[in-house]
């Protein structure tokens, strides 16, 4: 009963170090998805994944790259962390219904990133 | 692209009363219109959806609208108690990668 699982849960950076946030559900879910919520901007897509060894940009790219090698696993990476990366990062799962639009995304807890 | 604006960004009620939230989308060809409710320190979680096809859906205390031809749809919440208390987000989409555009989401404050 795991579903959508976010590590670490909190994370201190100095600007300019990189790191990795994992994200592991296990549904079986063929799309996955990075967003970031800042305060009085609601949720934001970064990058998300349709299926095993696919990626592509939402709508706030910069500074961050994806990798999705396993269907159960997202990777989001930042390589060089700058201070307006300061945030709360939340991966989503969801499944596929062929022929209807849109479909149930389950959030994990969220990872809180400081860049200082 | 499509664009979600959702309001009001604040909102108290006193426990029993009822609460509702507006959004409005701004692509036609959208089709799915989900409500999330994310609880302190958690994740959002769906609470309702509808889609373009049904004018309105009801599950217990929580109902959700959909006015097409104005592009725009509304949460409500009848009855309120202390733990309705948290972040309501409206998104919406019509991709079928179920890429959702959220709006900026409403702090729900239910007072006893």
């Known amino acids: 009963n795991a579903g959508v699982t976010q590590t670490p849960k909190f994370r201190v950076l100095k600007t300019g170090q990189s790191m990795t946030l994992l994200c592991a559900q296990d549904?079986?879910?063929?799309?996955m998805y990075w967003y970031r919520q800042d305060p009085g901007m609601g949720l934001r897509l970064i990058h998300y994944?349709?299926?095993?060894?696919?990626?592509a940009k939402g709508e706030v790219p910069d500074g961050y790259n994806v990798s999705r090698l396993k269907k159960q696993n997202f990777l989001l990476g930042l390589e060089s962390a700058a201070p307006s990366q300061t945030s709360v990062y939340f991966c989503?799962?969801?499944?596929?219904?062929?022929?209807?639009?849109?479909?149930?995304?389950?959030f994990g807890a969220g990872t809180r990133l400081s860049v200082l | 692209g499509e664009n979600v604006e959702q309001h009001p960004s604040t909102l108290s009620v006193q426990e029993g009363d009822s609460a509702v939230i507006k959004c409005t989308y701004s692509d036609s060809a959208s089709n799915y219109f989900p409500w999330y409710k994310q609880e302190l320190g958690k994740g959002p979680q769906l609470i309702i959806d509808i889609r373009s096809n049904v004018g309105e859906k009801k599950d217990q205390r929580i109902a959700v609208t959909l006015n097409k031809t104005a592009k725009h749809f509304s949460l409500h919440i009848t009855e309120t108690q202390p733990e309705d208390s948290a972040v309501y987000f409206c998104a919406a989409t019509r991709g079928s990668q179920g890429n959702l555009i959220f709006g900026k989401g409403t702090k729900l404050s239910v007072k006893p």
């Open positions: 989503a799962s969801s499944y596929f219904r062929p022929g209807q639009g849109g479909n149930i995304q389950y």
């Open positions: 994944s349709v299926g095993e060894g696919t990626t």
């Open positions: 549904m079986n879910h063929e799309y």
